[in-house]
């Protein structure tokens, strides 16, 4: 931000650790470092029994007595690194842009294990950034046209319209891709899309994305209501 003449900036993995594109995922709690728990007593204010010699117990002693603010405490770590970002860019005077990637689920998925697990809050996060970026990898997912739209329109409310949704380019066939295009173009006022990743984007993909953005009636005619 000091030393090169960016326009944006955005922040990936920014969460917890959790495989989220997997149908067999693990949802696993954490941190339970040393560190991590000197750091939720002096945000909650509390001391851990003396007893507890095991980062197990330790852990199921949180979960069990402080879960709550275990939940509150993992999202503030997240939100306050993108916190002093967002301070470094005001006070370099940048006109830098900030986006943070977001796994794309809604607070209602699976136990709102989006706050739960990965400590992404975005009802904090939002006010940090320029743009929320879900990565709604639906054929990666198995999920249907259904749950493409529920997403953004979550999302873009949710955000209030700070979406910058990241569409899948790979394992996906050009129609679909121009398909997940024209959903999110029903969400204005669009901040527009991310495309994951060039490297997929073979001969008849791009000439399918050619073809979309030089027919604006083309996208009109198809919007999704």
């Known amino acids: 931000i000091k030393h090169f003449p960016i326009d944006g900036l955005y922040l990936d993995f920014i969460r917890y650790p959790v495989h989220w594109e997997k149908h067999d995922m693990q949802m696993l709690d954490s941190c339970f470092s040393t560190r991590s728990l000197k750091q939720f007593e002096k945000y909650a204010n509390i001391i851990l029994p003396a007893n507890l010699n095991l980062t197990r117990k330790k852990a199921s002693w949180i979960l069990k007595n402080h879960k709550t603010?275990?939940?509150?405490?993992?999202?503030?770590?997240?939100?306050?690194?993108?916190?002093?970002?967002?301070?470094?860019?005001?006070?370099?005077?940048?006109?830098?842009?900030?986006?943070?990637?977001?796994?794309?689920?809604?607070?209602?998925?699976?136990?709102?294990?989006?706050?739960?697990?990965?400590?992404?809050?975005?009802?904090?996060?939002?006010?940090?950034?320029?743009?929320?970026?879900p990565m709604v990898y639906h054929k990666l997912l198995k999920c249907n046209i259904e749950w493409l739209v529920n997403t953004f329109k979550y999302f873009s409310k949710k955000s209030e319209k700070k979406m910058l949704p990241i569409l899948q380019a790979f394992s996906i066939k050009p129609f679909d891709l121009i398909k997940a295009l024209r959903i999110a173009d029903t969400f204005p006022p669009g901040k527009g899309y991310i495309i994951f990743g060039y490297k997929h984007l073979n001969s008849k993909k791009i000439y399918s994305l050619k073809k979309y953005f030089l027919s604006p009636a083309e996208r009109r005619s198809s919007s999704i209501n």
Request: positive net charge; contains cysteine; aromatic residues 12%.
């Open 69 to 133: 603010k275990w939940i509150h405490f993992k999202c503030h770590i997240i939100t306050s690194f993108v916190a002093k970002v967002r301070k470094i860019i005001n006070e370099n005077n940048r006109k830098v842009k900030l986006g943070v990637f977001m796994i794309p689920w809604t607070n209602k998925d699976y136990n709102d294990a989006i706050r739960r697990i990965a400590g992404q809050d975005i009802d904090q996060l939002k006010q940090y950034v320029d743009y929320i970026s």
